[in-house]
């Protein structure tokens, strides 16, 4: 069966950096275009970024251009994401997600666990 | 960038009771509108896809209906488990094809 297992989150200082893993299985991973969406705490879900199968297609939100890059290897079913200059604001729980686009299907499908990001001094 | 604004913000009502979850998007989308129920301490679950398609294991009380702007989530006799936060998702049908996602409404029990 699908999984999606996030991993990487914790307690870092304004301005710094952490990144994130999502290790997949149950399915063929450089098919799919995958998906990061957070959630800040008691809010509701951002979409934050996403890339092709073939890691040539990626997008940002608006929120974290610049400072967020997302990649992936495929040989080891993982997908990242590098998170630099961090603000309190990006405080959250970041899931990742299986993304239907590369198949006409414009939803996520199946979600991680999430894990917590903390941004504080 | 498409906003979805959901109605209302929470919604109280009690076990075999219908419920309407309405998602007004602030210009026509295509029909790329997926629901996603969310319990405490998960992650959110698909329930409904490109309108209205249930996704696999999710029961028939759950429907979606609707086109251009506005869409809603119709949960008909209502399961102590059904109570939980609804958010909407669109993906716009132009490049470069962005996902945003409604604010939640929270279903209660009354």
């Known amino acids: 069966q699908v999984q999606l297992v996030e991993s990487g989150g914790g307690l870092v200082k304004p301005g710094g950096s952490l990144r994130l893993s999502c290790a997949a299985s149950g399915f063929t991973f450089s098919d799919y275009y995958m998906t990061w969406i957070r959630q800040a705490p008691g809010k509701g879900l951002e979409w934050v970024s996403y890339?092709?199968?073939?890691?040539?297609?990626?997008y940002y939100a608006e929120s974290v251009k610049g400072r967020f890059t997302i990649s992936r290897d495929n040989t080891k079913n993982s997908l990242f994401l590098q998170m630099n200059s961090l603000t309190a604001e990006d405080t959250a729980v970041y899931y990742c997600a299986r993304d239907g686009r590369g198949w006409d299907k414009y939803y996520f499908d199946y979600w991680g666990q999430g894990t917590l990001v903390t941004v504080s001094s | 960038e498409i906003v979805l604004t959901q109605s209302p913000a929470t919604l109280s009502l009690s076990p075999g009771e219908r419920a309407t979850l309405s998602c007004r998007a602030s210009q026509s989308v295509s029909s790329y509108l997926a629901w996603y129920q969310q319990k405490p301490g998960q992650a959110p679950r698909l329930l409904i896809y490109d309108t209205f398609n249930r996704a696999p294991g999710i029961p028939a009380r759950f429907s979606g209906s609707g086109s251009g702007t506005d869409f809603t989530l119709t949960i008909s006799n209502l399961e102590p488990e059904d109570f939980a936060v609804y958010y909407c998702?669109?993906?716009?049908?132009?490049?470069?094809?962005?996902?945003?996602f409604g604010q939640g409404t929270k279903l209660e029990i009354k």
């Open positions: 998702q669109q993906c716009t049908n132009w490049p470069p094809y962005m996902y945003s």
């Open positions: 890339m092709s199968g073939s890691a040539r297609t990626i």
